[in-house]
């Protein structure tokens, strides 16, 4: 069993007798700074490409003087949309903003207070157990030394075409059990905090919703079990903050990395307490964003995740929030749909400073000229585009060996860039600057190629609106006629931003991921407050609210999210009262 041994040990609560942390305000933390050398001192970190942003700005940075909240959640573009808004008014309740339909109350939003928004933050809430089975009773496992029953059900299953079928459904201490091996009798077993009493997600944005201060939220917080989020507040006394939540397992000595044995060595000592979770208020910057980045405080002690998306959006949050004054909720919308490529900036003049043949020199040129931003008319965006895919590919082909190849889907974006920068011996060999450069510039000449072949030699053809687009594709889509495939899907449209851009645009060539909902508060005035959202309010493709949205949200217009009641009833398209009989 020696084999299925976590290998990597984990600082988590070095000290076994620490099982919490004092819960005092993180007030020494700083937001991420732009040292790539922080980040790529480990470029073989796991990196997630989706995510989320959220921030909120201290009214010493704002126009206002108010504290602003900013939230755009990057989820599936789908219809319906998973988000639904809503403004929620009853004795004792008075929130609006986003939920999503099958989830009480509003997970993004605002009431009468303050204002708090989410992002994902990544924890680990789950492990697989390898059990030795009994060869006489394969329905027993070994555990603390003896052989213990596993929890044996069946189910029946209607199958088109084979009628009902029975399954077995078998469960260990820990959980479900997933697979057996009965030729070397072992079973792997899933241990999962979402599968614990009291998991229930976003249930904690009922209490969130009623919350009145700062300490309130957090307390709200602390019975946020799932998902893993970052959770941010501003509000009208002029208090900004932060706090991470949910289940985060407490391990000793290992990190949940790996397959451990199930044997009763490798048990969950309980959660971290959410109000001692990473978290602070009113930080000296003025001001504190998330971008699914690493955001841990060093030395905190405990390992929440091995997996954080591209710190690319987060150096944009900083770059942008270091020099910010008076900031607006106009400044704010530009940043929800703000495009610049971080990468980009860093790998572009590597490109430029080579001696390139003259073939090339015209789309370097362009390059060399280029701002960065991934817009949807850019020429430049689309020659870099295609050379990152091109360069991607050449370090997969280079360094993956044939096979393992298909183990592999891709190279990491801040793989390559840390690489590219500073190209390693051990992967490069000793001229590893001279073998880089040379690939560099074939995956030049193939982005070029590929461009010429799909728009023609006319370099102005070839705008980044041209290789992606956004289009709403309802799930039904293949079931229907063409008549009805064009009342239930949107119209494509030319869409600008990347994978790792602030304006998240994520899929092949369609948008399948992206800023599905978006919300800018100001707490001065909460009737100044802004959204998006698309394709509409509605699911049912009949009425003029199921893709009226699409277009607005595509070109980066918001509509207003009025709060009080004078506001709401003098813009109201019409009003339903529901009364019992």
């Given at each position: 069993?020696?084999?299925?041994?976590?290998?990597?040990?984990?600082?988590?609560?070095?000290?076994?007798?620490?099982?919490?942390?004092?819960?005092?305000?993180?007030?020494?933390?700083?937001?991420?700074?732009?040292?790539?050398?922080?980040?790529?001192?480990?470029?073989?970190?796991?990196?997630?490409?989706?995510?989320?942003?959220?921030?909120?700005?201290?009214?010493?940075?704002?126009?206002?003087?108010?504290?602003?909240?900013?939230?755009?959640?990057?989820?599936?573009?789908?219809?319906?949309?998973?988000?639904?808004?809503?403004?929620?008014?009853?004795?004792?309740?008075?929130?609006?903003?986003?939920?999503?339909?099958?989830?009480?109350?509003?997970?993004?939003?605002?009431?009468?207070?303050?204002?708090?928004?989410?992002?994902?933050?990544?924890?680990?809430?789950?492990?697989?157990?390898?059990?030795?089975?009994?060869?006489?009773?394969?329905?027993?496992?070994?555990?603390?030394?003896?052989?213990?029953?596993?929890?044996?059900?069946?189910?029946?299953?209607?199958?088109?075409?084979?009628?009902?079928?029975?399954?077995?459904?078998?469960y260990s201490i820990h959980?479900?059990?997933?697979?057996?091996?009965?030729?070397?009798?072992?079973?792997?077993?899933?241990?999962?905090?979402?599968?614990?009493?009291?998991?229930?997600?976003?249930?904690?944005?009922?209490?969130?919703?009623?919350?009145?201060?700062?300490d309130e939220f957090r307390?709200?917080?602390?019975?946020?079990?799932?998902?893993?989020?970052?959770?941010?507040?501003?509000?009208?006394?002029?208090?900004?903050?932060?706090?991470?939540?949910?289940?985060?397992?407490?391990?000793?000595?290992?990190?949940?990395?790996?397959?451990?044995?199930?044997?009763?060595?490798?048990?969950?000592?309980?959660?971290?307490?959410?109000?001692?979770?990473?978290?602070?208020?009113?930080?000296?910057?003025?001001?504190?964003?998330?971008?699914?980045?690493?955001?841990?405080?060093?030395?905190?002690?405990?390992?929440?995740?091995?997996?954080?998306?591209?710190?690319?959006?987060?150096?944009?949050?900083?770059?942008?929030?270091?020099?910010?004054?008076?900031?607006?909720?106009?400044?704010?919308?530009?940043?929800?749909?703000?495009?610049?490529?971080?990468?980009?900036?860093?790998?572009?003049?590597?490109?430029?400073?080579?001696?390139?043949?003259?073939?090339?020199?015209?789309?370097?040129?362009?390059?060399?000229?280029?701002?960065?931003?991934?817009?949807?008319?850019s020429v430049a965006a689309?020659?870099?585009?295609?050379?990152?895919?091109?360069?991607?590919?050449?370090?997969?082909?280079?360094?993956?060996?044939?096979?393992?190849?298909?183990?592999?889907?891709?190279?990491?974006?801040?793989?390559?860039?840390?690489?590219?920068?500073?190209?390693?011996?051990?992967?490069?060999?000793?001229?590893?600057?001279?073998?880089?450069?040379?690939?560099?510039?074939?995956?030049?000449?193939?982005?070029?190629?590929?461009?010429?072949?799909?728009?023609?030699?006319?370099?102005?053809?070839?705008?980044?609106?041209?290789?992606?687009?956004?289009?709403?594709?309802?799930?039904?889509?293949?079931?229907?006629?063409?008549?009805?495939?064009?009342?239930?899907?949107?119209?494509?449209?030319?869409?600008?931003?990347?994978?790792?851009?602030?304006?998240?645009?994520?899929?092949?060539?369609?948008?399948?991921?992206?800023?599905?909902?978006?919300?800018?508060?100001?707490?001065?005035?909460?009737?100044?407050?802004?959204?998006?959202?698309?394709?509409?309010?509605?699911?049912?493709?009949?009425?003029?609210?199921?893709?009226?949205?699409?277009?607005?949200?595509?070109?980066?217009?918001?509509?207003?999210?009025?709060?009080?009641?004078?506001?709401?009833?003098?813009?109201?398209?019409?009003?339903?009262?529901?009364?019992?009989?």
């Open positions: 069993m020696a084999d299925y041994i976590a290998s990597r040990a984990t600082p988590a609560f070095e000290n076994p007798e620490l099982k919490y942390l004092n819960d005092i305000e993180v007030s020494t933390l700083k937001s991420p700074d732009l040292d790539l050398e922080i980040l790529f001192k480990d470029p073989f970190q796991s990196v997630n490409t989706k995510g989320s942003n959220n921030w909120v700005v201290a009214g010493s940075k704002t126009k206002s003087g108010k504290p602003i909240l900013a939230n755009d959640p990057h989820r599936a573009i789908q219809s319906p949309s998973l988000r639904y808004w809503v403004h929620l008014n009853a004795p004792g309740w008075n929130v609006i903003g986003g939920g999503e339909p099958v989830l009480p109350g509003v997970s993004i939003g605002r009431n009468e207070y303050g204002a708090w928004g989410l992002t994902i933050f990544p924890i680990d809430q789950e492990d697989i157990y390898v059990y030795k089975t009994n060869p006489d009773q394969p329905n027993q496992y070994r555990y603390q030394g003896s052989w213990k029953d596993m929890e044996v059900e069946t189910t029946d299953i209607q199958v088109r075409g084979e009628g009902i079928v029975t399954e077995l459904l078998k959980g479900p059990i997933l697979f057996e091996d009965t030729e070397n009798h072992l079973a792997y077993g899933l241990k999962a905090a979402w599968l614990d009493v009291g998991a229930a997600p976003y249930l904690a944005s009922l209490r969130m919703d009623q919350a009145k201060t700062w307390h709200a917080c602390s019975f946020s079990g799932l998902p893993g989020e970052n959770m941010v507040w501003a509000d009208k006394k002029g208090n900004i903050g932060w706090q991470a939540v949910g289940l985060t397992p407490i391990r000793f000595g290992w990190s949940g990395s790996l397959p451990v044995p199930g044997n009763g060595d490798y048990e969950w000592q309980g959660y971290v307490p959410v109000r001692a979770m990473p978290h602070l208020s009113n930080p000296s910057e003025g001001w504190y964003g998330s971008a699914n980045n690493n955001n841990i405080p060093k030395g905190y002690p405990n390992i929440f995740s091995d997996t954080y998306s591209d710190p690319a959006r987060i150096f944009r949050l900083n770059e942008v929030f270091l020099t910010a004054r008076n900031h607006t909720i106009e400044d704010s919308k530009a940043l929800q749909y703000d495009t610049k490529s971080m990468t980009a900036e860093r790998l572009v003049p590597l490109i430029t400073r080579l001696a390139l043949p003259t073939d090339l020199k015209s789309a370097a040129s362009r390059l060399d000229q280029w701002n960065f931003f991934l817009d949807k008319d689309s020659i870099y585009d295609r050379w990152e895919r091109a360069m991607l590919a050449d370090l997969k082909k280079k360094l993956i060996p044939s096979d393992n190849f298909d183990v592999v889907s891709a190279i990491d974006r801040t793989k390559m860039l840390a690489w590219l920068l500073d190209p390693p011996e051990f992967l490069f060999g000793q001229k590893a600057r001279k073998v880089v450069d040379s690939m560099i510039e074939n995956s030049l000449i193939t982005a070029i190629e590929q461009l010429e072949t799909e728009f023609g030699p006319n370099m102005n053809d070839w705008s980044y609106g041209k290789l992606y687009y956004a289009q709403v594709i309802h799930p039904l889509n293949t079931l229907l006629d063409k008549n009805l495939q064009e009342k239930v899907n949107t119209v494509r449209l030319p869409r600008g931003g990347g994978a790792n851009t602030l304006n998240m645009n994520y899929g092949d060539s369609r948008q399948i991921v992206g800023g599905s909902f978006r919300i800018i508060i100001d707490t001065e005035d909460w009737d100044l407050a802004v959204g998006t959202s698309t394709p509409g309010q509605s699911g049912d493709p009949r009425s003029i609210h199921y893709k009226n949205l699409y277009k607005d949200w595509n070109a980066g217009k918001y509509f207003p999210v009025y709060f009080s009641k004078d506001k709401i009833f003098s813009t109201a398209e019409s009003v339903m009262i529901l009364k019992p009989d």
